[in-house]
């Protein structure tokens, strides 16, 4: 796949959707702002420490995995109809378009939890680089896996939905218990863990999904 195509599908699904990605930077940033910063004085260190990354964490995680699961959901086929014709008569190999058209949501579910963290460091509560990148890896992996039900129907596609949001309960699981549950309190199995779970994920995702378009035909 040549550059130049890879770039006009991407590029082209980020300016059908302009209206839907700074609709999703708004909301972001709208909810960052309201969302409740306080946690409760705690003495214990492991405790405490818990207690700051599941603030820190479950807004930008779950809303904006819920951003990009939307944004996902709307590269479906039907709703740009000229767009889709293009793209499945174009001489690519599903994995080629799988990620050319995996892009655009990318950065459109990048751009709002960027917005939010964003709104958080207006507000003086911003979170570390570490758990905006964590949250950043659940919201790609949960986009991708969201992704594999745009070209389904039905009860494969309910699981699909079902599974993104799964992928982001894990991911939060693992972010903030995983070093409870290693008695460690340095952030190292949580951000381990976490990452190489929202990798795996992903990438699993987005092959599925490649696969997928391979098979898939428009006139069904």
């Not at 302009?18 to 705690?42: K, N």
């Not at 751009?111 to 507000?123: D, E, I, R």
Request: glycine share 6%; charged share 15%; with cysteine.
């Amino acid at each position: 796949m040549t550059r130049r195509a890879f770039a006009s599908v991407f590029t082209t699904r980020l300016y059908v959707d302009r209206r839907s990605t700074a609709l999703a930077c708004a909301l972001a940033a709208i909810v960052a702002f309201v969302q409740p910063h306080s946690i409760a004085g705690i003495t214990d260190p492991l405790t405490a420490s818990l207690a700051i990354r599941s603030v820190w964490l479950a807004g930008p995680m779950f809303f904006c995995s819920t951003i990009g699961i939307a944004i996902a959901l709307v590269q479906g086929p039907g709703r740009h109809r000229y767009l889709d014709a293009a793209e499945l008569g174009a001489p690519l190999f599903g994995r080629e378009l799988a990620r050319a058209k995996a892009v655009a949501p990318a950065i459109a579910a990048s751009l709002a939890a960027l917005c939010y963290w964003a709104a958080q460091f207006l507000s003086g509560f911003a979170a570390p680089p570490t758990f905006f990148t964590l949250a950043l890896a659940s919201v790609l992996a949960s986009t991708m896996v969201a992704l594999n039900a745009t070209i389904r129907s039905g009860g494969t596609r309910a699981l699909y939905v079902a599974l993104a949001f799964a992928t982001t309960a894990i991911s939060y699981a693992l972010a903030v218990y995983a070093d409870v549950a290693t008695k460690r309190n340095d952030d190292a199995a949580a951000v381990a863990s976490e990452l190489v779970f929202c990798g795996v994920v992903g990438f699993i995702a987005l092959r599925q999904y490649g696969e997928a378009l391979a098979r898939y035909d428009a006139l069904d």
